[in-house]
């Protein structure tokens, strides 16, 4: 069975993703970091990896988009998916809540819901949701915010559903592998890396093809490449596969403007599941 690495412990919305998604088809492994994902990814043709790249209340997951960087043209983007994120405060009901546990971007998220519901709670940042609750599961007083699977999980009731209004909180995350997937589709999307020479303009011109080709941009991150002061390197993802002569022209011509440019794959995106 393949191998699908994902950012651990078991109950973090990364396990969860892994489990919808493969099921029973595959090996879940849990990481303690994302880069040891990318790690276990490398050192095996046939492992995968699900990183987290992009939250809505957080924004984009930099040590993802700099290690696709790093291992550009080793490690390629075989399918984008997207999670709808639902949240719960874990704790022990009847208990007074002194501190509650939780990842950046679900405190983030909350903000508001805490600061009504629980103001005098200190409010403590931890790896992830799962590794909050089980904080959360050592004392009485403690409460986390995280998957309402993770109550089972670490021996915890679900107290609360933070409201938080209408503003979605959804999290993007790829699938990674050794192998760039064939895609012939029109509506694939293409991720690529791409070196501009440190001139005045040259993004400019470099994004100039894309415009003109009516090639659409649906992510572009700036990353400092290390030891370099002020240069930067470029991680995009456009919409279409290059066998599309409008993209395929546009890489061509913007290609030709970029000291490097490699690509991380041409692959399917929509997927979408519920934690």
Wanted: aromatic share 8%; hydrophobic share 45%.
């Amino acid at each position: 069975m393949r191998q699908v690495n994902y950012l651990g412990p078991e109950g973090t919305f990364s396990h969860i993703l892994a489990r919808k998604r493969f099921g029973k088809r595959a090996v879940l492994t849990p990481c303690p970091t994302i880069e040891a994902i990318f790690d276990r990814v490398l050192a095996s043709s046939d492992a995968l990896g699900i990183v987290p790249i992009e939250n809505s209340s957080g924004g984009t997951v930099y040590d993802s988009v700099d290690l696709l960087i790093r291992h550009a043209g080793r490690v390629f983007i075989r399918e984008e998916l997207t999670m709808d994120v639902r949240i719960a405060l874990l704790g022990c009901a009847g208990s007074v809540i002194s501190t509650i546990y939780s990842h950046f971007v679900q405190i983030k998220h909350h903000a508001d819901w805490l600061k009504a519901r629980h103001p005098r709670a200190r409010v403590r940042a931890v790896a992830s949701t799962a590794l909050a609750a089980r904080k959360a599961s050592a004392s009485k007083t403690a409460a986390a915010l995280a998957s309402p699977g993770a109550a089972e999980v670490y021996g915890l009731e679900v107290l609360e559903i933070p409201s938080v209004g209408r503003s979605p909180n959804v999290t993007h995350f790829f699938t990674i592998g050794r192998e760039s997937p064939k895609f012939d589709d029109e509506g694939q999307r293409t991720a690529l890396v791409a070196a501009l020479p440190n001139v005045c303009g040259s993004l400019y011109r470099f994004l100039g093809p894309f415009a003109r080709q009516k090639v659409n941009l649906s992510r572009i991150v700036s990353r400092p490449v290390p030891g370099h002061p002020q240069t930067y390197i470029f991680f995009l993802e456009i919409d279409g596969a290059p066998k599309t002569a409008t993209v395929a022209r546009a890489l061509r011509l913007a290609g030709a403007l970029a000291e490097s440019m490699i690509g991380l794959g041409t692959y399917p995106v929509g997927r979408r599941f519920k934690s």
